[in-house]
C-alpha cells in the first residue's frame, strides 16, 4: 500500500466538501500491473485500473465495478520513463475529475449533483510500485517505497535444494546464496517518509550542487537521491 494523500490532509479535504450540502466526494484508489504474454517472450500487458471506495468492500472489486484507466502491451518491461509516458494522459484525466463538475446521478433518483474525485492511494506490487514512484528497485538500495531507510545489511541465506537425481544412479546436492536487502528499525528512530515536499527537496539539492560544479561518484549520487530517481507525474498533482 502506498498513500498518495496523507490522512489528515484527506480528513481536512472531506469535511470542507461536506459544509456543501450539494457537492459528492468520490475517492479511488489504483492498481498497476503487468503480466507476461508469453513464456518465451519479454512482451508482457500492463493494466492500469481504479475502484471507487465509497462502493462497499463486498462489491467494490467486482468486473462490472472495476474501472479500466489503460491497457499497454509491451515488447518488454517498461522503464520508469515509459512508465510516466503511459500514465501522462490518466494523470491529465484525473486532474480534470478533481475539479467539480456536474453529473446526474441515477442513485440520488437522477439529481443534478457536482462531484469531485480524487485518487487517494495506490496498491501496487513493488516491482510496479518502484516505476509509478520512480524509485529505486525494491532490492536495491533506498529501496522501501515507504521510507527513505537505506538496508542496514545484506543478509547471505544459504538454503540447501532438495536432491535431484542427474541419472538413474548419481545424485546431488546444491547450495544456492541468495541475498535480500532489510530495513530493521528502533521504537525511537526517526524515520523520514516519502513525500512529494521530500522529492522537490532532494532535487533541488541535487541540482544546486550540479549547478555551482560539484562533482558526485555514483555512490554519492545515489547516497544523495534516497531512492528518488527520475520526475514521476504525481508530485505534481497530488501535493
Request: aromatic content about 8%; glycine content about 4%; some cysteine.
Amino acid at each position: 500500500m502506498s498513500d498518495i494523500y496523507d490522512g489528515d490532509v484527506y480528513r481536512s479535504m472531506l469535511t470542507q466538501i461536506q459544509l456543501n450540502k450539494t457537492n459528492l466526494l468520490l475517492t479511488l484508489m489504483m492498481n498497476v500491473d503487468g503480466v507476461a504474454i508469453g513464456n518465451n517472450t519479454e512482451e508482457s500487458l500492463w493494466i492500469i485500473t481504479f475502484t471507487l471506495n465509497e462502493i462497499k468492500r463486498s462489491e467494490r472489486f467486482r468486473t462490472h465495478n472495476v474501472i479500466i484507466g489503460g491497457v499497454c502491451s509491451c515488447y518488454k518491461k517498461p522503464n520508469r520513463k515509459l512508465m510516466q509516458f503511459l500514465l501522462k494522459p490518466i494523470v491529465e484525466q484525473l486532474k480534470q475529475l478533481q475539479e467539480r463538475h456536474l453529473f446526474q446521478v441515477k442513485a440520488c433518483n437522477n439529481e443534478f449533483k457536482l462531484i469531485q474525485m480524487y485518487l487517494i492511494g495506490a496498491c501496487n506490487d513493488k516491482p510496479a510500485n518502484s516505476l509509478v514512484q520512480t524509485i529505486a528497485e525494491p532490492i536495491g538500495k533506498y529501496g522501501c517505497s515507504r521510507c527513505e531507510l537505506p538496508d542496514i545489511h545484506s543478509n547471505a541465506n544459504e538454503t540447501p535444494l532438495q536432491e535431484k537425481p542427474t541419472s538413474s544412479t548419481e545424485k546431488k546436492t546444491r547450495k544456492e546464496t541468495h541475498k535480500i536487502r532489510v530495513f530493521p528499525i528502533n521504537e525511537d528512530d526517526n524515520i523520514q517518509m516519502r513525500s512529494t515536499a521530500r522529492y522537490h527537496q532532494i532535487h533541488n539539492q541535487i541540482s544546486t550542487l550540479k549547478l555551482h560544479g560539484h562533482r558526485m561518484s555514483e555512490e554519492e549520487e545515489i547516497n544523495l537521491r534516497l531512492g528518488y530517481l527520475v520526475y514521476t507525474l504525481f508530485t505534481t498533482v497530488f501535493l
